[in-house]
């Protein structure tokens, strides 16, 4: 199994969490054919960054992520994340080793 686990840190604004979930999770849901679900993180105490929300999308292998990251859905989401790279986290994990 792979993830990728995105985290918005704690100092975004309301503003922010919703644009991120009205412009962003629908490319996630599109690229992975399943419902997208922003859960609220209760607390990050042993971190540096401290964050506010956070979801994931799972596939099976690397291959199959890089091949929906590289799709016309995949390519949007990754253009449109730049605008956000001061208020997320990305975490990527591979559970095939």
Do not use: Q, W
């Not at 995105?6 to 979930?21: G, N, T």
């Not at 999770?25 to 956070?54: C, Q, R």
């Not at 992520?65 to 997320?88: L, Q, Y």
């Amino acid at each position: 199994m792979y993830k990728m686990l995105i985290f918005l840190k704690k100092d975004s604004d309301a503003p922010i969490v919703e644009d991120f979930k009205n412009r962003l999770v629908p490319y996630l849901e599109t690229m992975t054919n399943s419902k997208v679900k922003i859960g609220k993180i209760d607390g990050s105490a042993m971190l540096e960054d401290k964050f506010s929300y956070f979801c994931e999308i799972n596939m099976p292998t690397k291959d199959e992520f890089d091949k929906i990251m590289a799709s016309s859905e995949g390519k949007k989401f990754s253009r449109g994340i730049v605008n956000f790279i001061h208020h997320i986290s990305i975490f990527y994990v591979d559970f095939n080793e």
